[in-house]
């Protein structure tokens, strides 16, 4: 499998008045096409600024980041924008929804911003739409949602422009248990179908649907290894 994402030695150096915060201290990390890997630690561990990296939010004090061959290290804004439109799709806990959007606008969004024509955004946006289970739902705005569905109209959005990778940063943590394994069984199934998918989370059972899992603690790789007891994709079941 190819290597979607190469870190070497990655710093990340925060000034906070006269003291330096060293959030990341020399990070190397390789994820490859169609891994399922959970980055965990705990508050102020330096996973937060390691995800926001990754997902090209935020730039390396010193250390390289390549995400699928091209080096983004150095890139400004712009450029950065840019990358994150193509490579990567986000999942927030939040679901940053447009209130007084539908659903299909809400997941044509990316595709505005992407130059696609109206036509083609549709088409895109209601394939997306039908993947995570909402065709049903495709013309109700958000407060007619549950937190559930709100969650997947966020994981279609993400999944639209078809990302070199998802990027769900505690996916579930505005959710209840039950709808929580839902959302998680819909990344299993959307990992099964090719996807390459990074969660950054701070509970177990959510980093346990992972291939993967990566400790980060005191701004370095605590423990990098394969998840032993892999669950179980379940189907969808609209919440």
Do not use: W
């Not at 209130?99 to 809400?106: E, K, Y």
Request: glycine share 8%.
């Amino acid at each position: 499998m190819s290597t979607i994402i190469r870190l070497f030695n990655i710093t990340k150096v925060y000034q906070m008045g006269e003291e330096e915060v060293h959030a990341l201290q020399g990070v190397n990390l390789e994820i490859k096409k169609n891994e399922y890997v959970a980055i965990m630690g705990p508050s102020g561990s330096g996973k937060s600024t390691l995800m926001n990296i990754i997902g090209c939010l935020d730039t390396p004090t010193a250390g390289l980041y390549e995400l699928n061959g091209t080096n983004v290290s150095e890139m400004n804004d712009n450029q950065l924008a840019k990358i994150r439109n193509k490579e990567i799709g986000f999942v927030f806990q939040t679901f940053n929804l447009l209130a007084r959007s539908d659903v299909l606008h809400n997941v044509e969004l990316p595709l505005i911003y992407g130059g696609f024509s109206s036509a083609e955004r549709k088409r895109l946006a209601k394939e997306a739409i039908e993947r995570v289970g909402l065709s049903d739902r495709m013309h109700h705005k958000p407060n007619e949602l549950s937190g559930g569905q709100r969650q997947r109209v966020a994981i279609a959005r993400a999944l639209v422009t078809n990302p070199s990778i998802l990027l769900a940063d505690e996916p579930t943590g505005n959710l209840d248990s039950r709808t929580g394994e839902e959302i998680m069984g819909l990344f299993d199934m959307l990992h099964q179908q090719g996807n390459t998918i990074i969660v950054v989370t701070h509970e177990e059972e959510i980093a346990a649907h992972a291939h993967r899992m990566v400790r980060i603690r005191d701004g370095k790789v605590e423990r990098d290894e394969m998840v032993k007891h892999r669950r179980i994709a379940k189907s969808i079941v609209t919440s």
